[in-house]
């Protein structure tokens, strides 16, 4: 049960974009992209983006979009909810808003990476894999020598088949 009103909706609104990228430099937890970026997911990819809304204020993110190479995969990029929505399974409503347009019903499969000591993401993937009643598989994607900076191996989850 939800505190407040929350409304979630397609990210398309210019001004999301600057609300988006101050949400996600504040979880100080998500790689903080450009607002260049922000603004991108919120006109160009708003039909694969999901933003949480009280009072027109953003406390929860969502990007992803359309695997490039397979038409049949969702991508879920980032995921952010604001401190005082945490634990109330925003994250998990925003990413079902998404998968729940028609933009994606041919979507069969739902793949992320999740950093191994990111936790709180691990269960909110396991919770949508249970919730969409399909399987769910990880391998390591990318490795710690991919990257030029410090950061942990990022972990392939892959979901699906999705059931129609």
């Not at 990210?11 to 990228?21: A, F, L, Q, V």
């Not at 969702?74 to 909810?81: A, D, H, T």
């Not at 894999?129 to 390591?140: F, G, H, R, T, Y």
């Amino acid at each position: 049960v939800y505190k407040r009103q929350v409304s979630t909706q397609s990210t398309w609104d210019i001004e999301n974009g600057k609300d988006i990228y101050t949400l996600v430099k504040n979880t100080q937890v998500l790689d903080l992209n450009s607002e260049y970026l922000y603004l991108l997911q919120s006109s160009h990819f708003s039909d694969y983006c999901c933003v949480a809304l009280v009072e027109d204020k953003v406390l929860g993110f969502v990007s992803g979009y359309i695997d490039p190479k397979d038409s049949s995969v969702y991508f879920v990029w980032q995921v952010g909810v604001d401190e005082s929505m945490r634990g109330q399974g925003l994250a998990l409503k925003m990413i079902m808003d998404i998968l729940q347009r028609d933009e994606l019903s041919n979507i069969n499969y739902v793949h992320t990476t999740i950093s191994p000591s990111n936790k709180s993401s691990q269960r909110l993937f396991e919770k949508l894999a249970d919730q969409l009643s399909v399987n769910i598989k990880d391998e390591i994607f990318f490795k710690v020598d991919d990257f030029n900076n410090a950061h942990e191996d990022e972990v392939l989850y892959k979901m699906g088949p999705k059931k129609k």
